[in-house]
């Protein structure tokens, strides 16, 4: 009853707040408390009693009512944040004043007039104190990020402790939430505190919300001045709350003891932190270009951290100079275990509890690596690496067909791309593949480089259309581990020469200006396994002997306008993107389920373009055993016959390679300018050698059998027969402005569409991207 009651008083002081058309005083306490201190409403409740429409009228019809409301909450907040909040009364003003800051922000962002008034100062507003007439007064902003900050390490609110400490004279590194990196305790669980860390952490994240609501711009320069101040050095608990954020994501483990159906019985409170915490640790570490300087030091900071100047973001400081290998390892393992969770397979259906954050997991490794090269390595030094690998490819097959995850593709490959750019990754990839997840694609026996080439191959013929821009990304990753593959299996090396003969008709290499880039990285990674992998790799050349015709076809690929024209008539009558007939599939791993489209009602948030694969990447000049050599520039050079242009005709390409829709057309001259290129020469001696040998045992032993052709494949060799094997050429993963861009829609269109309960920013005017209805 008492509950019915909170909330009718609570919804009659927002019908009095949206109806006074005269300002209230902001010294009229009592008008003030019945929105947090008579009250006991949760974030729903707050989120179903202030409609949108009656902030948007308050915002536009009584202003100064709108900004005295926002002025007294964040007042309550400071003030909870100075006293520690030592009653049950008070905790639950901080509470409800946290709700309703939440609410209203969103509402504060999207009106351009509105955005800059939390950076201005409040003279004369609530407690007649000093500092309102100094010019020194913080913004308003700034005073509410200090007290959430200060709130998230408040002793018997968010926080375990034995005795009542001072709130201003507390070390927060001593409070950290979590065992782990820099912080060997681990703090009795406490769903309470968790609940409210919950709500500081979603405060946290609308603050930080406010890119949502400024249109998309590849200038770096711009940044979040919430996550500026938040990560400095004015914040005295950055480094013990980045270190609890990454400690409590680690150590997260969902399936616990694993008692069947737990999930349903309990409320997991754990998870809810984990998600929020995951969520602003991906929002902060947005790497600026602010001027270098030295954070303070700690008790921690001087275990756990290198010392080195660093960017003006402090959460990306902490995150690039951790260096203990036990800390990786704590980090890695608990990145990989949530990554999986999804994956698990049990005899009891729905019996194991799955969470739902892995694109916020996949981010957050992502910019591990990106920050912390230390940690790349340590990532590729041991076989640990292809516990990422597995759930990014489970992931990338189960979303090829859905465009409301269109985003997800992305960032798995981007992921892909980053760890196919240094040899160990390539050399890990040989490692026997026998965990068996359930994906729906043929059964296989062989390593995980053929289960990468399996599922690339799915991804291609059977994703949706949109996925054609990842096509130059997925077979570079191929060419990047190609030179280390010592024995692909007969599925693999079979899917691979279905592309190329996919790839290389005439009527889809006359369809686009550059679709004959991807016959160009097919026939590289074949190069590329012949001259450096031929011992192994019988299969791949049995199946090159056997596909024979598509490379003499293409050395003798016609060019005169007739032709030309005869495979575009040929194209209108088969719009497939990729000829799908001649992919021999088999029977699909047992416990799979078939990739599905997005369901109706479904939505997306819209991306940006991402830049072409010549953009995305770095071409360098590497041994066999991985040391780098020269770096090569974007144009063709006379030792290597490469697949791109010179630097101004790519200045001529567009961003993507999505269909263009100008007016191109295929011209003779176009089609020898890169005919004369492909790097045919290695397959072309391999097959004069071979292939009369191998018709000559046929025919000899009246073989039908191909395990002895096999045989005698495996046992052959070309040394001294093939032309001198090239240099490997790895195109390395480069930031630029294009991909800073796409990450931060993608990032913030992930936040949006995962916080549904409440909707914080659900019918909002976004700007930073579009939201969309499948």
Same mark, same amino acid.
């Given at each position: 009853?008492?509950?019915?009651?909170?909330?009718?008083?609570?919804?009659?002081?927002?019908?009095?707040?949206? +109806?006074?058309?005269?300002?209230?005083?902001?010294?009229?306490?009592?008008?003030?408390?019945?929105?947090?201190?008579?009250?006991?409403?949760?974030?729903?409740?707050?989120?179903?009693?202030?409609?949108?429409?009656?902030?948007?009228?308050?915002?536009?019809?009584?202003?100064?009512?709108?900004?005295?409301?926002?002025?007294?909450?964040?007042?309550?907040?400071?003030?909870?944040?100075?006293?520690?909040?030592?009653?049950?009364?008070?905790?639950?003003?901080?509470?409800?004043? *946290?709700?309703?800051?939440?609410?209203?922000?969103?509402?504060?962002?999207?009106?351009?007039?509105?955005?800059?008034?939390?950076?201005?100062?409040?003279?004369?507003?609530?407690?007649?104190?000093?500092?309102?007439?100094?010019?020194?007064?913080?913004?308003?902003?700034?005073?509410?990020?200090?007290?959430?900050?200060?709130?998230? #390490?408040?002793?018997?609110?968010?926080?375990?402790?034995?005795?009542?400490?001072?709130?201003?004279?507390?070390?927060?590194?001593?409070?950290?939430?979590?065992?782990?990196?820099?912080?060997?305790?681990?703090?009795?669980?406490?769903?309470?505190?968790?609940?409210?860390?919950? @709500?500081?952490? /979603?405060?946290?994240?609308?603050?930080?919300?406010?890119?949502?609501?400024?249109?998309?711009?590849?200038?770096?320069?711009?940044?979040?001045?919430?996550?500026?101040?938040?990560?400095?050095? @004015?914040?005295?608990?950055?480094?013990?709350?980045? *270190?609890?954020?990454?400690?409590?994501?680690?150590?997260?483990?969902?399936?616990?003891?694993?008692?069947?159906?737990?999930?349903?019985?309990?409320?997991?409170?754990? @998870?809810?932190?984990?998600?929020?915490?995951?969520?602003?640790?991906?929002?902060?570490?947005?790497?600026?270009?602010?001027?270098?300087?030295?954070?303070?030091?700690?008790?921690?900071?001087?275990?756990?951290?290198?010392?080195?100047?660093?960017?003006?973001?402090?959460?990306?400081?902490?995150?690039?100079?951790?260096?203990?290998?036990?800390?990786?390892?704590?980090?890695?393992?608990?990145?990989? /275990?949530?990554?999986?969770?999804?994956?698990?397979?049990?005899?009891?259906?729905?019996?194991?509890?799955?969470?739902?954050?892995?694109?916020?997991?996949?981010?957050?490794?992502?910019?591990?690596?990106?920050?912390?090269?230390?940690?790349?390595?340590?990532?590729?030094?041991?076989?640990?690496?292809?516990?990422?690998?597995?759930?990014?490819?489970?992931?990338?097959?189960?979303?090829?067909?859905?465009?409301?995850?269109?985003?997800?593709?992305?960032?798995?490959?981007?992921?892909?791309?980053?760890?196919?750019?240094?040899?160990? #990754?390539?050399?890990?990839?040989?490692?026997?593949?026998?965990?068996?997840?359930?994906?729906?694609?043929?059964?296989? *026996?062989?390593?995980?480089?053929?289960?990468?080439?399996?599922?690339?191959?799915?991804?291609?013929?059977?994703?949706?259309?949109?996925?054609?821009?990842?096509?130059?990304?997925?077979? +570079?990753?191929?060419?990047?581990?190609?030179?280390?593959?010592?024995?692909?299996?007969?599925?693999?090396?079979?899917?691979?020469?279905?592309?190329? @003969?996919?790839?290389?008709?005439?009527?889809?290499?006359?369809?686009?200006?550059?679709?004959?880039?991807?016959?160009? #990285?097919?026939?590289?990674?074949?190069?590329?396994?012949?001259?450096?992998?031929?011992?192994?790799?019988?299969?791949?050349?049995?199946?090159?002997?056997?596909?024979?015709?598509?490379?003499?076809?293409?050395?003798?690929?016609?060019?005169?306008?007739?032709?030309?024209?005869?495979?575009?008539?040929?194209?209108?009558?088969?719009?497939?993107?990729?000829?799908?007939?001649?992919?021999?599939? *088999?029977?699909?791993?047992?416990?799979?389920?078939?990739?599905?489209?997005?369901?109706?009602?479904?939505?997306? +948030?819209?991306?940006?373009?991402?830049?072409?694969?010549?953009?995305?990447?770095?071409?360098?000049?590497?041994?066999?055993?991985?040391?780098?050599?020269?770096?090569?520039?974007?144009?063709?050079?006379?030792?290597?016959?490469?697949?791109?242009?010179?630097?101004?005709?790519?200045?001529?390409?567009?961003?993507?390679?999505?269909?263009?829709?100008?007016?191109?057309?295929?011209?003779?001259?176009?089609?020898?300018?890169?005919?004369?290129?492909?790097?045919?020469?290695?397959?072309?001696?391999?097959?004069?050698?071979?292939?009369?040998?191998?018709?000559?045992?046929?025919?000899?032993?009246?073989?039908?059998?191909?395990?002895?052709?096999?045989?005698?494949?495996?046992?052959?060799?070309?040394?001294?027969?093939?032309?001198?094997?090239?240099?490997?050429?790895?195109?390395?993963?480069?930031?630029?402005?294009? +991909?800073?861009?796409?990450?931060?829609?993608?990032?913030?269109?992930?936040?949006?569409?995962?916080?549904?309960?409440?909707?914080?920013?659900?019918?909002?005017?976004?700007?930073?991207?579009?939201?969309?209805?499948?």
């Amino acid at each position: 009853m008492g509950s019915t009651d909170s909330k009718l008083n609570f919804r009659k002081a927002v019908i009095q707040l949206t +109806t006074k058309t005269q300002p209230v005083e902001a010294t009229d306490d009592a008008f003030w408390d019945q929105f947090w201190a008579d009250t006991t409403t949760t974030v729903q409740d707050v989120f179903a009693l202030v409609p949108a429409a009656e902030i948007r009228a308050v915002r536009e019809e009584s202003p100064s009512n709108l900004a005295t409301l926002c002025y007294k909450a964040v007042e309550k907040l400071v003030q909870g944040a100075e006293s520690g909040c030592p009653t049950e009364r008070e905790k639950q003003v901080i509470l409800n004043c *946290t709700c309703i800051l939440s609410r209203i922000l969103p509402y504060i962002f999207e009106d351009q007039d509105w955005r800059g008034f939390f950076w201005s100062t409040v003279p004369g507003a609530g407690r007649t104190d000093e500092l309102d007439d100094d010019e020194g007064a913080r913004p308003l902003a700034e005073s509410l990020l200090l007290a959430i900050a200060d709130l998230l #390490f408040c002793p018997d609110f968010t926080v375990h402790s034995s005795f009542k400490e001072n709130m201003q004279s507390i070390d927060s590194c001593e409070y950290i939430w979590e065992a782990g990196v820099g912080f060997a305790q681990s703090p009795p669980l406490n769903y309470i505190h968790d609940l409210n860390r919950i @709500e500081l952490l /979603r405060l946290l994240l609308t603050c930080f919300s406010e890119a949502m609501y400024l249109p998309s711009s590849t200038d770096n320069s711009v940044l979040n001045p919430w996550v500026t101040f938040f990560c400095s050095t @004015e914040n005295r608990h950055a480094l013990p709350l980045f *270190t609890s954020l990454l400690n409590v994501v680690s150590a997260y483990d969902p399936v616990g003891y694993g008692i069947p159906y737990n999930h349903l019985l309990f409320s997991d409170y754990r @998870e809810q932190l984990v998600e929020q915490a995951v969520q602003i640790l991906i929002v902060t570490l947005e790497h600026d270009a602010g001027v270098p300087h030295q954070p303070p030091s700690s008790s921690i900071n001087r275990v756990v951290f290198v010392q080195t100047a660093g960017p003006e973001n402090l959460f990306v400081n902490y995150l690039s100079r951790i260096h203990r290998e036990e800390d990786f390892d704590f980090v890695l393992k608990g990145l990989a /275990r949530l990554l999986t969770n999804p994956l698990t397979q049990t005899y009891l259906p729905n019996s194991t509890k799955k969470i739902q954050f892995h694109q916020e997991l996949l981010v957050l490794f992502w910019k591990l690596c990106d920050f912390n090269k230390k940690f790349l390595f340590f990532v590729l030094k041991s076989s640990d690496v292809l516990d990422i690998l597995v759930p990014i490819l489970f992931y990338l097959n189960d979303a090829r067909a859905d465009q409301s995850r269109v985003g997800l593709m992305h960032i798995g490959v981007f992921i892909l791309l980053l760890l196919s750019g240094e040899r160990n #990754f390539g050399v890990r990839l040989n490692k026997p593949y026998s965990v068996h997840v359930p994906m729906d694609i043929p059964v296989f *026996t062989g390593t995980h480089a053929d289960l990468l080439i399996v599922v690339f191959h799915k991804i291609i013929t059977t994703g949706h259309q949109r996925l054609q821009p990842l096509f130059d990304c997925l077979l +570079t990753i191929v060419v990047n581990v190609s030179p280390y593959l010592k024995s692909l299996s007969m599925v693999a090396a079979n899917k691979l020469l279905h592309l190329l @003969e996919a790839f290389s008709t005439s009527w889809f290499l006359f369809s686009l200006a550059q679709n004959h880039h991807l016959v160009f #990285f097919l026939l590289e990674a074949f190069n590329n396994i012949i001259q450096y992998q031929f011992d192994g790799n019988c299969n791949l050349v049995y199946a090159i002997i056997r596909k024979r015709n598509v490379f003499h076809q293409l050395a003798n690929l016609p060019s005169d306008p007739a032709s030309i024209q005869k495979a575009l008539q040929r194209k209108r009558k088969s719009p497939d993107v990729i000829s799908r007939t001649s992919s021999q599939e *088999t029977v699909s791993m047992e416990g799979s389920h078939p990739a599905v489209p997005a369901e109706p009602g479904t939505l997306k +948030t819209s991306l940006v373009a991402i830049p072409g694969i010549d953009k995305l990447t770095e071409k360098s000049q590497v041994s066999e055993d991985g040391t780098m050599h020269m770096r090569v520039g974007n144009c063709i050079s006379s030792n290597h016959q490469d697949v791109f242009y010179t630097e101004a005709e790519m200045e001529r390409r567009p961003l993507s390679r999505a269909p263009s829709t100008s007016l191109w057309a295929p011209t003779p001259e176009w089609v020898l300018s890169w005919k004369c290129k492909l790097p045919l020469q290695t397959i072309m001696r391999l097959l004069q050698v071979l292939v009369p040998q191998v018709e000559k045992i046929c025919i000899d032993k009246g073989l039908t059998d191909e395990s002895e052709i096999l045989k005698f494949l495996q046992h052959g060799t070309l040394v001294g027969l093939l032309p001198v094997p090239h240099p490997i050429l790895i195109r390395k993963y480069q930031a630029n402005a294009g +991909t800073a861009m796409w990450f931060r829609t993608y990032m913030w269109g992930v936040v949006y569409l995962r916080n549904v309960d409440p909707p914080i920013w659900y019918d909002t005017d976004v700007r930073l991207f579009e939201i969309q209805r499948m």
